[in-house]
């Protein structure tokens, strides 16, 4: 397939037991996962970052913003105290289940011949091949999907259902015969996240119109029913599972150099310092030297 193998690969953690999935292929490396973070004495979390440093050389955090904000906190104030641009906090505006599904994306990349800047950079472009969503038993609290009057006042009517899309582009529909919600327009697998929601409409009705080529089941994230607003909801998104298809995707596009930490990116944003593009073009020799020195090429 024309990828080869890193000898250390990238570590990819996320804060959950619940968001390291079932390995996709053999190649799928081991989710790291950072759980307690939000119990456990700040000291044992700077020991585990940096053991993690010392052991990968980088890595990458992927978590849902409806995690508890102090766990956000605790990320962000280890990763201060290190002092360090090798961690990278991933944190794309997606429900908890695609969280897991791009954290199992990165986890099958990191056992290819990606440096961790190019890596780190992977999850933004992959995150566009992702349709997540959710059926739901009400919508009267959700606040993270753009929700229209009507439907919050329908949301009262005993045994309404909503499907809800949530990525690539927001979109609400009540459930009727005629539902309907876009989806890819590409070949995709799908998981399925079920919640206190009784319903076959996901794994029948949607998965049937969206072509879905294999389906599976897991079970949902402590985060989904605080993203949703519901316990009451089934959970789903697709995605490319190949890992090969993945991998082409990524050495497609063309790559950079950050032009702070010097290290590999695509896209106009280093997910590592959090440097973005500069307006004007940082000159070749300049960024040889950012590359080579890993120091500041401004």
């Given at each position: 397939?024309?990828?080869?193998?890193?000898?250390v690969p990238?570590a990819i953690?996320?804060?959950?037991?619940?968001?390291?999935?079932?390995?996709?292929?053999?190649?799928?490396?081991?989710?790291?996962?950072?759980?307690?973070?939000?119990?456990?004495?700040?000291?044992?979390?700077l020991?585990?970052?940096?053991t993690?440093?010392d052991?990968?050389?980088?890595?990458?955090?992927?978590?849902?913003?409806?995690?508890?904000?102090?766990?956000?906190?605790?990320?962000?104030?280890?990763?201060?105290?290190?002092?360090?641009?090798?961690?990278?906090?991933?944190?794309?505006?997606?429900?908890?289940?695609?969280?897991?599904?791009?954290?199992?994306?990165?986890?099958?990349?990191?056992?290819?011949?990606?440096?961790?800047?190019?890596?780190?950079?992977?999850?933004?472009?992959?995150?566009?091949?992702?349709?997540?969503?959710?059926?739901?038993?009400?919508?009267?609290?959700?606040?993270?999907?753009?929700v229209?009057?009507?439907?919050?006042?329908?949301?009262?009517?005993?045994?309404?259902?909503?499907a809800?899309?949530?990525?690539?582009?927001p979109?609400?529909?009540?459930?009727?015969?005629?539902?309907r919600?876009?989806?890819?327009?590409?070949?995709?697998?799908?998981?399925?996240?079920?919640?206190?929601?009784?319903?076959?409409?996901?794994?029948?009705?949607?998965?049937?119109?969206?072509r879905?080529?294999?389906?599976?089941?897991?079970?949902?994230?402590?985060?989904?029913?605080?993203?949703?607003?519901t316990?009451?909801?089934?959970?789903?998104?697709?995605?490319?599972?190949?890992?090969s298809?993945?991998?082409q995707?990524?050495?497609?596009?063309?790559?950079?150099?950050?032009?702070?930490c010097?290290i590999?990116?695509?896209?106009?944003?280093?997910?590592?310092?959090?440097a973005?593009?500069?307006?004007?073009?940082?000159?070749?020799?300049?960024q040889?030297r950012?590359h080579?020195?890993?120091?500041?090429?401004?």
């Open positions: 397939m024309g990828y080869g193998e890193l000898r990238t953690a996320v804060t959950g037991a619940d968001m390291a999935l079932p390995a996709q292929d053999e190649r799928t490396l081991p989710a790291v996962v950072l759980d307690g973070l939000d119990r456990q004495p700040l000291d044992h979390s020991a585990a970052l940096q993690l440093i052991q990968h050389g980088h890595v990458i955090v992927v978590y849902s913003r409806a995690v508890p904000p102090v766990v956000d906190q605790r990320l962000r104030t280890v990763r201060s105290l290190l002092e360090s641009d090798r961690i990278a906090l991933f944190q794309p505006d997606l429900p908890p289940l695609a969280i897991a599904v791009l954290a199992r994306q990165l986890r099958q990349l990191a056992s290819c011949d990606l440096s961790p800047g190019v890596l780190a950079s992977a999850g933004r472009l992959l995150t566009h091949y992702l349709h997540a969503g959710a059926l739901l038993g009400s919508v009267a609290k959700l606040d993270r999907v753009p229209g009057l009507k439907s919050h006042a329908k949301s009262w009517v005993p045994g309404s259902q909503f809800v899309l949530a990525h690539p582009q979109q609400l529909v009540r459930i009727a015969p005629d539902a919600l876009a989806g890819p327009e590409f070949a995709t697998s799908m998981l399925v996240a079920r919640g206190q929601l009784q319903s076959d409409w996901v794994s029948g009705d949607l998965a049937t119109s969206w879905i080529q294999g389906l599976r089941e897991a079970p949902p994230p402590a985060e989904s029913a605080e993203w949703w607003g316990s009451r909801l089934i959970e789903f998104c697709t995605f490319l599972p190949d890992l298809v993945l991998y995707l990524v050495t497609s596009v063309r790559q950079n150099i950050c032009h702070w010097g590999d990116v695509i896209g106009d944003r280093c997910v590592f310092c959090s973005t593009a500069p307006v004007a073009p940082v000159p070749e020799l300049q040889q950012a080579q020195h890993q120091l500041p090429a401004g």
